[in-house]
Antibody
């Protein structure tokens, strides 16, 4: 069974960089597929942040592109998110998820991790 | 950018049919999928490629997509179906979510 687990600081100061890692088990990232980051502010809807393909190609939400970097480490079977210059508006539950192809749904999700931006 | 519009809320009586819409420019030319999210849980796919149900999803969930609107239909709605529902579509390798619909089973 494929499992994804997010990890990282739960509290980040304004203007700093939010960094999260998603460790994948039950499937080798190097074998294929897209690996997404998705966030959900408290009480609000889902927002796609971006994706990394197993080859390392990346795709970003245009509204966040200037602040986001997503990378993959196939040796550790994990992928990562960096979001810089954060503000309180970036407070959200962050999910990592797998997507089989560019036009398919996210079939496996992590449990999500809450990141609060506050001084 | 590509906007997907959902009604914020839909109410239905137990045993009745609930319909949740998702509107976007020429959405029918793309694949759409639907997620169910219950409080404190990660989203779960209930419909993909417009009309397909993943294994384990009850037959009462169905979908359609034509023109500018995709629709999630829940027949014989049960109390356990009360949740937030999100549509998703893709355009040029970019992923888009609808704003979500809160389904209340009264």
């Amino acid at each position: 069974q494929v499992q994804l687990q997010e990890s990282g600081p739960g509290l980040v100061k304004p203007s700093e960089t939010l960094s999260l890692t998603c460790v994948v088990s039950g499937y080798s990232i190097s074998s294929g597929y897209y690996w997404d980051w998705i966030r959900q502010p408290p009480g609000k809807g889902l927002e796609w942040i971006g994706s990394v393909y197993h080859s390392g190609s990346t795709y970003y939400n245009p509204s966040l592109k200037s602040r986001v970097t997503i990378s993959v480490d196939t040796s550790k079977n994990q992928f990562s998110l960096k979001l810089n210059s954060v503000t309180a508006a970036d407070t959200a539950v962050f999910y990592c998820a797998r997507r089989v192809s560019s036009g398919s749904p996210n079939d496996f999700w992590g449990q999500g991790t809450l990141v609060t931006v506050s001084s | 950018s590509y906007d997907l519009t959902q009604p914020p809320s839909v109410s239905v009586s137990p045993g009745q049919t609930a319909s949740i819409t998702c509107s976007g420019d020429k959405l029918g030319d793309k694949y759409a999928c639907w997620y169910q999210q219950k409080p404190g849980q990660s989203p779960v796919v209930v419909i993909y490629q417009d009309t397909k149900r993943p294994s384990g999803i009850p037959e009462r969930f169905s979908g359609s997509n034509s023109g500018n609107t995709a629709t999630l239909t829940i027949s014989g709605t049960q109390a356990m179906d009360e949740a937030d529902y999100y549509c998703q579509a893709w355009d040029s390798s970019i992923v888009f979510f609808g704003g979500g619909t809160k389904l209340t089973v009264l």
